[in-house]
């Protein structure tokens, strides 16, 4: 009998530790007036304490990494956020000219529909809720015990396998799910940024260094260029060469239409408000 105590506790122990890894495929659109979407894979861990979701290309450069000894480090726009089981707190990571850490709470008031489908074995439910100024729907199974999701999307009765909001600018569809033996550490790919821990800001003054980026969106470039001893070095924007400070004017203007142009975050509530120059 203690033989079988002891082998429960040890299966437990190595179950507690375990990462339960989802990935998604999800399409967005960078520019709501533009009907061609972008598509990338998602990562979300559920681990014994917390839940991180995140690029999976952070996943492959963490094995390259450590398969070759290497320590390249990327980021992209695609959102990076973690919580707590059981949580509507989430981090959201974000790297501008620096790494920043913000929280916020995102509680979401799920209506459940009685409408079903099926997607393999699984039997799906449909919900929907408003959520960051939009709409969505979303499809969930009771038949995997966990009430989370991709990105903040969580606390309904089951796991969400597929969500879309009504405008079709963003989607999230399960394609796979296995277990890791152990919690997987990502402090090295989603924590920090290249060693650089991130500096934690309120939501306020995230929407001020956006703004001010925006107003002067080349002011590190230019002072590189003003800075840099070398006569041969070549400083490219977009693409493009800068031979001549004349240029700079230009290329800002370019960079701060692209920036108006792609400034369609899932929490459309929350978008930043650019001038038009």
Do not use: C
Not at 1 to 13: Q, R, T
Not at 129 to 139: D, E, I, K, V
Not at 184 to 199: A, D, H, R, S
Not at 205 to 226: A, C, Q, S, T
């Amino acid at each position: 009998m203690k033989n079988i105590l002891i082998l429960l506790l040890l299966i437990s122990i190595t179950l507690s530790g375990q990462t339960h890894r989802f990935i998604y495929e999800y399409h967005y659109k960078m520019d709501s007036t533009n009907t061609d979407s972008r598509k990338t894979s998602m990562v979300l861990d559920v681990n014994p304490e917390d839940v991180k979701f995140y690029n999976y290309d952070f996943v492959l450069t963490d094995s390259t990494n450590k398969t070759k000894g290497q320590n390249h480090v990327i980021w992209d726009d695609t959102p990076a956020v973690t919580r707590k089981r059981n949580s509507d707190i989430n981090v959201n990571y974000i790297v501008l000219q620096n790494m920043f850490s913000v929280e916020t709470q995102d509680k979401i008031n799920w209506n459940l529909q009685n409408e079903t489908k099926t997607s393999g074995i699984y039997s799906l439910q449909k919900a929907t809720a408003r959520f960051g100024g939009r709409n969505w729907t979303a499809w969930f199974t009771k038949d995997i015990a966990l009430n989370e999701g991709p990105y903040k999307f969580r606390g309904l009765p089951g796991m969400i396998f597929e969500i879309y909001d009504d405008k079709n600018n963003f989607k999230f569809s399960l394609v796979k799910s296995y277990k890791l033996n152990k919690t997987y550490e990502t402090l090295g790919i989603l924590e920090n940024f290249g060693g650089q821990k991130p500096v934690r800001i309120p939501e306020s003054k995230l929407k001020k260094i956006m703004l001010d980026h925006y107003n002067d969106p080349l002011h590190e470039f230019k002072e590189h260029i003003k800075n840099n001893t070398d006569p041969t070095a070549r400083f490219m924007v977009m693409g493009i060469e800068v031979k001549s400070p004349d240029q700079l004017k230009e290329l800002s203007e370019k960079v701060q239409e692209n920036i108006r142009k792609t400034n369609n975050p899932i929490e459309i509530d929350k978008a930043i408000k650019y001038p038009e120059k």
